[in-house]
Every structure is written in structure tokens, then in C-alpha cells.
């Protein structure tokens, strides 16, 4: 079964600034799913991926299959992009079905 | 399109008492999973509903069931509440299939005293 690990786990930066996290999972998935989640919010879906690179606004997603990597990117940032940023993928790798989540990157964008 | 709803936002209970959860899934989605989220931590999956028949379960006691409405809907009943149980539970629908986006609700903040 899937494991996966999330870099960094805390990450503070200055407004303007552009922003990776990393993830990085043990088993060969259909997708994975970045998520973000404000403090005491329920969780919302960023982009969901099974190759190449997605881009929604100053956000970009980037995954290697073959690497089973996968990059959060965030361009010019601001202090509304805080929030605990989580990539997630099938706990049993092609199956449809419950996924397991990272620890989770907490991102603090300073003014 | 509503998006994921689920209800209440919040719910304080006593432990021993037994609680219902409900989930209103994106429109058109047919299958809803549920998740526990201790402080801290991240999301675990608990069980999935498809066709409303549970086709998954993580490792959670037989204290905790659910049910999924021929509309889609689903409820999570958590029986013999303890103070651990005190989470944010989320629920997710999605397309059935493999590699289908899920789609979260905001949550509801389960507080066991």
C-alpha cells in the first residue's frame, strides 16, 4: 500500500515569493489529488493529476510518474495563499477508493 | 451547483451518546467516502459508499456505520461516543470509477466532552 511523504512541513515566505512543495509516494497511482485547507476549514480540491502539469491561476501542479513525484507550485505569492497545502493518492495505487494524505505543508505568506 | 454540503457545521455530544452525520454530494456524483480528521493530523479514511453498499472500510470499529440514500446522500452514525472521537469529519463524493477527482465538503466539528 501507498505511503507518502510531504516536503517541507512548515514553509514561511515573504509576499511576492514563489512557493514549492514537494510530494513524493511510494506506489504507481491513477491520480493525485493537491488539496488546501485553511485553518479549521473543511478541505478544498486544487487540482487532481495523472500526468504532465495542470495551472489554475498562480497555482501549478506538476507530477513525474516515473519519478512518482509530484510539485505544488505557487507564483507570486500572497498572504491570502496561507494555509495547510495536502497532496493525496489511493492508498492501493490504481484502485478507485480511499485515499491517503500527506502530513500536509502549513504555509505562512507574510506581508 | 452546491457543491459537497454536509450538516451540522458543528456538534458538541456527550460521551456514550450515539451521533449522525450527513452528506449531500455534488451534483451527479454517485459515490461518497468519509473521513476523520484528529487536530493535527491528516484525514482517515473510514468506509466509502457506492450504490449503497459500503465497497470500502479503513480501520475503524464497528462503532462507527453508515448508510447511503438511493439519492446519493449518505449518513456517518458514530455509536458509544468516546472523547477520541472528537474530530472533523469529511465527507468526499466523486464519480465511481478509478482516478475520479473527489470533491470535499466543509466539514462537520465533532466535539465529545
Request: charged share 15%.
Amino acid at each position: 500500500k501507498n505511503e507518502v511523504e510531504q516536503s517541507p512541513q512548515n514553509l514561511t515566505a515573504q509576499e511576492g515569493e514563489f512557493i514549492t512543495i514537494n510530494c513524493s509516494y511510494s506506489v504507481g497511482i491513477s491520480a493525485l489529488h493537491w488539496l488546501q485547507q485553511h485553518p479549521g476549514g473543511g478541505i478544498v480540491s486544487l487540482f487532481m493529476l495523472s500526468s504532465g502539469k495542470k495551472k489554475h491561476g498562480r497555482l501549478i501542479a506538476t507530477i513525474n510518474i516515473q519519478e512518482k513525484h509530484s510539485s505544488l507550485h505557487i507564483t507570486a505569492s500572497h498572504p491570502r495563499d496561507s494555509a495547510v497545502y495536502i497532496c493525496a493518492v489511493p492508498l492501493y495505487g490504481g484502485s478507485q477508493g480511499n485515499l491517503i494524505f500527506g502530513k500536509g505543508t502549513k504555509l505562512s505568506v507574510k506581508p | 451547483d452546491a457543491g459537497v454540503t454536509q450538516s451540522p457545521t458543528h456538534l458538541i455530544k456527550t460521551r456514550g451518546q450515539q451521533v449522525t452525520l450527513r452528506c449531500s454530494p455534488k451534483s451527479g456524483h454517485d459515490t461518497v467516502s468519509w473521513y476523520q480528521q484528529a487536530l493535527g493530523q491528516g484525514p482517515q479514511f473510514i468506509f466509502q459508499y457506492y450504490e449503497e453498499e459500503e465497497r470500502q472500510r479503513g480501520n475503524f470499529p464497528d462503532r462507527f456505520s453508515g448508510h447511503q440514500f438511493p439519492n446519493y446522500s449518505s449518513e456517518l452514525n458514530v455509536n458509544a461516543l468516546l472523547l477520541g472521537d472528537s474530530a472533523l469529519y469529511l465527507c468526499a463524493s466523486s464519480f465511481w470509477g478509478v482516478g475520479k477527482e473527489a470533491f470535499f465538503g466543509q466539514g462537520t466539528r465533532l466535539t465529545v466532552v
